[in-house]
Every structure is written in C-alpha cells, then in structure tokens.
C-alpha cells in the first residue's frame, strides 16, 4: 500500500465514523423524544387513578433497552475516533 493510498483510507474511515456518530446522534435524540413522550404520557395515565400497567410500558421499556445500546456503540465510536487523534 502506497502511503498516499494508507491515507486516504484512514481519511475514508475516519469520514465514515462521523458519519456513523451523526447518525447515532440523530438517532438517540429521536428515540430519547419518544421515551420522554412516553413518560409524560404515563404519567397523565397513572395521574388519571388508573391503577392497570400502562399499555406502553412494553414499547417504553424496549426504547430504553434500544438508548443504552445506541448510547453504547456512539461512546465505542467516539473512544476509538477520539485515541486516534
């Protein structure tokens, strides 16, 4: 491999790591809105004297599980595109 050649490939995917994190980014900040509306929206069922779970709280649940591994996999990326600099 000619260094040129060494250099745009770590160029590549260094371009490609960020666009990985602004993905992740954006993602996370969807998915941490859709919990929070799910919050608010628990907490005007349980406010209504409701005393049944609420009929969400799977899908909340499961959100919460998806924003600590997206969360997981932006920190990995951030580290490693991070110790290379």
């Known amino acids: 491999m000619t260094p040129d050649k ?3 490939d770590r160029r590549t ?3 490609a790591e960020e666009a990985r994190m602004a993905a992740l980014k954006a993602e996370i900040a ?3 809105a859709r919990i929070d509306a ?3 929206e ?3 069922w ?3 004297g409701r005393t049944q779970r609420f009929p969400h709280y799977a899908t909340l649940a499961a959100l919460e599980v998806r924003l600590s591994a997206l969360d997981s996999e932006f920190k990995q990326l951030w580290d490693a595109h991070h110790a290379r600099r």
């Open 42 to 44: 628990m907490d005007a």
């Open 30 to 32: 969807v998915t941490f």
């Open 38 to 40: 799910l919050k608010a």
């Open 6 to 8: 060494h250099i745009t």
């Open 46 to 48: 349980y406010a209504a």
């Open 13 to 15: 995917a260094a371009q």
